[in-house]
T-cell receptor, first 113, second 113 residues
Framework: KAGVTQTPRYLIKTRGQQVTLSCSPI?????VSWYQQTPGQGLQFLFE???????NKGNFPGRFSGRQFSNSRSEMNVSTLELGDSALYLC????????????FGPGTRLLVL | KQEVTQIPAALSVPEGENLVLNCSFT??????LQWFRQDPGKGLTSLLL?????REQTSGRLNASLDKSSGRSTLYIAASQPGDSATYLC????????????FGKGTLLTVNP
């Protein structure tokens, strides 16, 4: 079974731009969660999608948004990028969500200049 | 709000040593607790998952224990190898019916040949 895939793997943007990241979960998994990892804050939960609906949300501003498609693939979008958005963005999938074992993708490294 | 503390923040040991990584969490009402490893710049790999009703879980050279009432978990690694070098993350799942994962800052382990 293929693992969780994320595209692109690396991205460089400038302040004020917007960015869209993509995550393809393991086949059959319906839950996709997104996390932001920075050296200062560690791993922080962004949101979770299940069957195309946002089911859970962390404490991030509205500039961070996401969606899930009928095939469970998910995208997250960050608008009006700030320098502090530079981070490793990880997605994780599972069949029905926490507290099941989460399977993580390799991440997308975003650098905002 | 769940908070997770991992001690030590970094650990360097010679190959072959047995070692213990410690984790404490503030909200004992957890559903389960997972230990992950993260290699530099990569995603997370689940190592062990302990249900709240369990006291320990073993996989190969790894043994994780859980004392839910005192809010503590330990990860024991036997006969460490250079390939064990990574960051180890303790992740309880809590939040009632809307489970969320809370991540510690991790312990950076270096095993020297």
């Amino acid at each position: 079974k293929a693992g969780v895939t994320q595209t692109p793997r690396y991205l460089i943007k400038t302040r004020g731009q917007q960015v869209t990241l993509s995550c393809s979960p393991i086949s059959g998994h319906r839950s996709v969660s997104w996390y932001q990892q920075t050296p200062g804050q560690g791993l922080q939960f962004l949101f979770e999608y299940f069957s195309e609906t946002q089911r859970n949300k962390g404490n991030f501003p509205g500039r961070f948004s996401g969606r899930q498609f009928s095939n469970s693939r998910s995208e997250m979008n960050v608008s009006t990028l700030e320098l502090g958005d530079s981070a490793l963005y990880l997605c994780a999938s599972s069949f029905s969500g926490a507290p099941e074992t989460q399977y993580f993708g390799p991440g997308t490294r975003l650098l905002v200049l | 709000k769940q908070e997770v503390t991992q001690i030590p923040a970094a650990l360097s040991v010679p190959e072959g040593e047995n070692l213990v990584l410690n984790c404490s969490f503030t909200d004992s009402a957890i559903y389960n607790l997972q230990w992950f490893r993260q290699d530099p710049g990569k995603g997370l790999t689940s190592l062990l998952l302990i249900q709240s009703s369990q006291r320990e879980q073993t996989s190969g050279r790894l043994n994780a224990s859980l004392d839910k009432s005192s809010g503590r978990s330990t990860l024991y690694i036997a006969a460490s190898q250079p390939g064990d070098s990574a960051t180890y993350l303790c992740v309880p799942s809590s939040g009632g019916s809307n489970y969320k994962l809370t991540f510690g800052k991790g312990t950076l382990l270096t095993v020297n040949p």
